[in-house]
């Protein structure tokens, strides 16, 4: 019975593969969604009821692998993600970082242009000298896929401008859709309004991407040679003079109340529109407090997406998974009935932490309420105790972590505090648990970002023993992959060479893979341009050289812990070391290198007057400076603005470096404008 049954699974396996190049590669689905949906839902029944596995099952691979027919190029200016909002208190801290950034006054209100968040394909249209020469898909974001010859296909795409003040050369961006009554004509052909849009500009033959009624809204620029225009709502009127179409939806609103009331209007009429939006879009309008504020590592400082309500539904628990993270944090997860939220199935939903499940009192087979707000994870908001039976015993979170290490809640400096969060400690690969998550995301996007190595294919190869530390992956026997189920020459063919391509990558990235506890992308790009190489990073096993991260602005007393917690394990050691022999280090390429500051080392003490610490910090690297925290024989300016500290102060003039005052500083910084 169970061979029969396997090979019935494993039939119903490559049908559905069958099912997805068709849909995903060629563009021409062979059955319905309803037919599709069901033989999924009998696969993963199957796979649940008898543990069945494979690599192309659709609880480990979502759609078909793109055939790679187009060229990818950088695009000049990244394309960023947005920062997102729930609600006023979200807006309200928004606002409030800005204007501490910028030293405002506290009740500064901002006039922001609110554009309409399109549900669709980002695009970026390059222009010179008046004439479109390329366009870009967002792609990840500093490189995209060339799909010019499809978006000019696009009649809402001017693709000759000849207004005089026009820029010689800038890169338009907006979002490719589809209208909700045009999708109706052919949904028979797609999942929805999105995947219409996504699959039609991927065709390989710009005369089937004619046939799809896309249109394009336009909504920002990307690099402009020029621009004569100081706001954002002035540049909206630009594009449609152009000849770009804009949302009708565009305004301009001052106030954090004002802008709730508008998010509540188009919430409501939402549906009504011919198109689909997931929330609206509040950027600071002024150009010039744009370029002040400047960029976060993924998202602009002066924008940000405010979603629309979350969406909500009622499951039942079937049990409670603790999940251990690659810092050891310990984390309940409820496994639910799967239940339709907003159009997406949903079987897990975070329970946050340990005290979180004592103050909801959730149990394993209660009824709760689940909420799934944008991309936040799905979460249980509370339980429904009249629906309880009596017999239901409380949960009780494991001391232990389900390596076998004892569990711990650490003190929490800053908040004086126990954290809520129970731990594993800090062992490293030690913890079978830390170990696989560890390797995860050491092939993650914005790490090593090795395609066709996914989370469950690293959970398929830990199982078989072929990895346990990040260096394995470089020493994997594609012979004995290629024989695996699911496998064959071409997709073993294809992991090599993304396992190959991902050798070579910059100094952050690397450190950032090493999944250190507390250092992020931004910290880790931080230590790769104080420490400049590889050699410089691998001397931190000398546990004083750490110690001179500390001068590093951002870089504080929790982040130097860390490091040397990190560096005094003897597997981290050898995991840094032994990729170090593999590796190729790009070189680091230093945005600003000439300047008033350049080369010149600078430290702040003291308040200074109408500029925040973040924007002079800004203002000198911008220049080509570096900003330090600890005063030192190498430091050239100490800057001191009111209420100095003043041992920083004598230990400056004792090494006779130069000291600034406030106005010293603007003078010099003012030559460099």
């Not at 796979?47 to 192309?56: A, D, P, R």
């Not at 710009?206 to 004569?228: D, N, Q, V």
């Not at 504020?293 to 979603?307: D, F, I, N």
Request: aromatic share 10%.
């Amino acid at each position: 019975m169970s061979n029969t049954l396997l090979l019935d699974y494993k039939k119903k396996i490559n049908l559905l593969e069958k099912y997805n190049k068709f849909y995903y590669q060629n563009q021409s689905p062979l059955v319905s969604d309803k037919e599709y949906d069901e033989l999924k839902n009998e696969i993963l029944q199957l796979e649940k009821k008898h543990n069945f596995s494979n690599l192309k099952s659709p609880s480990i691979k979502v759609g078909y692998k793109p055939s790679k027919k187009y060229e990818k190029f950088k695009h000049k200016v990244k394309m960023l993600s947005l920062s997102n909002a729930f609600n006023k208190e979200d807006l309200i801290n928004f606002q409030k970082k800005n204007i501490n950034f910028l030293t405002l006054n506290k009740n500064y209100e901002f006039e922001y242009s609110v554009e309409p968040k399109i549900d669709g394909i980002s695009a970026s249209l390059s222009y010179k000298n008046g004439k479109l020469v390329k366009g870009l898909s967002r792609g990840d974001g500093e490189e995209g896929e060339d799909i010019t010859a499809n978006l000019k296909t696009i009649k809402d795409i001017p693709l000759k401008i000849s207004y005089t003040d026009f820029p010689e050369e800038i890169d338009i961006r907006g979002e490719v859709f589809i209208e909700t009554s045009d999708f109706k004509k052919i949904e028979k052909d797609f999942a929805n309004p999105r995947n219409a849009a996504s699959g039609s500009l991927r065709q390989k033959d710009p005369r089937k991407t004619e046939l799809i009624p896309l249109k394009f809204i336009a909504y920002t620029f990307g690099f402009s040679s020029r621009m004569k225009v100081d706001k954002q709502s002035d540049f909206i009127k630009n594009l449609n003079k152009w000849g770009f179409k804009t949302s009708e939806l565009n305004k301009t609103i001052k106030g954090i109340d004002n802008l709730v009331i508008y998010h509540s209007e188009i919430e409501k009429k939402r549906f009504s529109l011919n198109y689909d939006i997931d929330g609206i879009v509040y950027k600071v309008n002024d150009f010039s407090l744009q370029k002040r504020l400047g960029l976060m590592a993924t998202a602009p400082r002066w924008a940000v997406a405010h979603k629309f309500s979350a969406n909500y539904s009622i499951t039942k628990i079937i049990d409670i998974d603790i999940q251990v993270g690659r810092t050891g944090a310990l984390t309940p997860v409820a496994k639910v009935k799967p239940v339709n939220i907003g159009g997406v199935m949903v079987s897990n939903a975070t329970l946050h932490n340990e005290d979180e499940i004592i103050r909801k009192d959730i149990r394993i087979g209660d009824t709760v309420k689940i909420e799934r707000a944008g991309d936040v994870i799905p979460h249980v908001i509370s339980v429904d105790k009249n629906l309880r039976n009596s017999n239901i015993k409380k949960f009780i979170f494991p001391k232990k972590c389900p390596c076998g290490y004892d569990t711990i809640k650490e003190f929490n400096k800053i908040t004086k505090k126990i954290d809520a969060v129970r731990r594993c400690p800090d062992i490293g690969f030690d913890c079978n648990r830390i170990a696989k998550e560890k390797l995860k995301h050491f092939v993650s996007k914005d790490a090593l970002n090795i395609e066709g190595l996914g989370k469950k294919v690293i959970e398929k190869f830990w199982d078989l023993k072929f990895i346990k530390f990040p260096y394995d992956i470089f020493f994997l026997n594609f012979q004995t992959i290629s024989k695996l189920e699911g496998w064959g020459s071409q997709s073993t063919e294809n992991l090599k060479n993304s396992i190959n391509k991902s050798k070579k990558l910059k100094l952050d990235r690397f450190i950032y893979s090493l999944g250190i506890r507390h250092i992020g992308q931004e910290n880790a790009k931080l230590i790769s341009e104080f420490l400049g190489d590889y050699s410089n990073f691998i001397k931190l096993k000398d546990q004083k050289n750490i110690d001179d991260l500390s001068n590093i602005d951002g870089i504080g007393d929790t982040q130097i812990s860390s490091l040397k917690n990190f560096f005094k394990n003897k597997v981290n050691l050898k995991v840094v070391s032994s990729l170090g022999k593999i590796f190729i280090f790009e070189k680091s390429i230093i945005k600003k290198t000439k300047g008033v500051f350049s080369n010149k080392i600078l430290m702040f003490t003291g308040k200074l007057n109408n500029i925040s610490r973040a924007e002079a910090k800004s203002i000198v690297e911008n220049n080509g400076g570096k900003i330090v925290s600890n005063v030192s024989k190498k430091l050239d300016y100490l800057v001191a603005g009111d209420k100095p500290t003043s041992r920083k102060v004598q230990m400056a003039n004792d090494l006779n470096v130069k000291i600034l005052n406030q106005t010293d500083f603007e003078k010099i910084s003012k030559l460099g404008q």
